[in-house]
């Protein structure tokens, strides 16, 4: 059975309105200046500035074939200038499972690998520090409810990036539990949906990669789907599509 | 007298003509803050309604929150001369260049808004109230059930001490401010925002040009046709580095040929100004290689054909606020080679939007670098194009204007 076209089973559920979201950003009254201020920062400040700047810059926009860097790697690379660090800083923000404890520990091992001394010599130069931020969210309704699985991606796909890293990573970081958006789906009759989902949620992409691969195979998925039905209409419509094919090439003539 | 600004509402709709830029998607989100905030008032205050950046911002950002169902007035609020005298003088400071407001300044400051509080209409769910010269209307006029919120464009980082306590003085009267950049917020006793600025698409600043404007523009400089440009546009300031410039150009002038071209304005208000340009002058003299164009203050269509034409644009600021020169050249998808410093980070991303520097040495060997690599300057100036076109761009400072309203009243 595929998921596509699948309907909500549990009487008690709602229908799904995805949310765009607007992140409204504020001072965490914290900067760093060198590695070791880095350090300090990473292991006290609250999950919510861990998440923004780990997590929130996939947001961005992929460049080329590269997606979105992460603030704390960029930082150490472009302002820094300490290349090696960068470098694993950013594995180890791509390799963390989706849990701040997990992130936290991973950036202070990478960190706490680095001499003292040397942590605080790597430092930015005058103006170059970076300033740590927090956020708070303004829900915006999208007015799309969905009660299938195909309405739910029929919507998404008209949503913009913040709807997509709402649903598919922030509640995932930030929320106790299973992924909303995947239980949803779960509940909708749409496993292998839910599957996808969680398993690109986890991926580490950017937004505007997962979304794409979540649509593709939504739109394959759809392809087939009707391909395989015996729905009237697109039986309908594939044979009007042959008779004028016929007509064009001539061999549907009386 | 009215105190009411008219707006141009006929003409083509702001809303397509940023979606066709911005993308249905983001402005659907506009569209569902606006459908939010319908039935809400809001009422933006500042004290100019022609020049300068904050009455160019509003003459956009008004018609097109009322477009989009949130109705928006634009009051501006009357001053006399020597209150506009005192501004400038609180707007230095603010800044920390040297002024003073003395005691009866502040008490005439203090007249002129209690005299404006009586004329202007306020009558708004929200009132956003604009840079400091407005600031003390809250006290005066703010009533039950209002939202007022503090929009501060200035850098306040290096602020004189006692004329930014009296400022902050009236700030308890707010419900919240918002400030561009995380380096120009003071500690305050209410929530502060980050809306970074943005660039208008649609503006003579950034609009596209057609190749025969672009040259009947750049005619008078008589720059070479056939040499690559590099360019820094920037006011005669030590901290935007010209002469830092110069020697970077230099230095690459081994590597690679080029132009250079640093154009700013004239300078005539500005003695320090006057005087960076003069040792750029004199660090540039019997040089063919290098323009410096001192520019008038409405040049913005011959700043966008410069920007256009140059093969590389430069900002090797020392210090900056925002630096939104550094978005109008990724918007016009050239490689930009900038100072790592202030709100320069944010824009360019090192090796994907552009490439950060920190030495006169690094300009250089990154400037022969672009110089020689046409696809490096096309990769990194479509990526930064991409990069603005999400975080930069006018659509998307209304829409964070929109949430901070939306937080605010519920």
New interface residues.
Partial sequence: MTDAGAVLTGAARAPFEPE?V?Y????ARRNVADLDQLLDAVRTVDGATLFLHTQMPRL??D??D?GP?DDLS??V???V?DVTTAERLAFAIAAARPEIDDVRARLVEVLESIPQKTRAEQA?????RL?L?RF?V?R????MPATTADELFEALS?????TWFHHLIEEAWLLPGPIPVVEWLKAAGAPRYAELVEREAASGRSVDGLRSRILQRWRRSGIATRLASGDRNARDSREVAGRLARRISGGDRP | MTTRVAVHAEGPSLVEGYGAIAGAESMRVLEGLARRLRGRRIVMVNTTSTGGGVAEILHRLVPLLNELGVETVWEVMPGDPRFYGITKSIHNALHGAPATVSESDWEHFMAVSAHAARQLELDGDLIMIHDPQPVALAAMRRRPGQTWVWRCHIDLSVAAPDVWHAVASHLPRYDSAIFSHHEFVPELPLPAFLVPPSIDPLSDKNRDLSFDEERELLAPFDLPARKPLVVQVSRFDRLKDPVGVIDAFVLSRKWEDSHLVLAGGSADDDPEGAEVLAEATVRAAGRGDISILALPPDAHRTINALQRRAAVVVQKSLREGFALTVSEALWKQRAVIAGAVGGIPLQVIHERTGLLVRSVEGCAYQLARLLRSTELRRRLGRNGKEHVRQQFLLPREARDYMAVFARALG
Avoid: S, Y
Wanted: proline share 11%.
């Fill in positions: 765009a607007v409204l950003v504020q001072p961005r926009p460049t080329g590269d860097v960029g930082w690379r472009g302002v200038q930015a130069p005058e103006g170059g300033e931020l708070e303004v915006v309704p999208t007015g008209r949503c913009d990036r913040t």
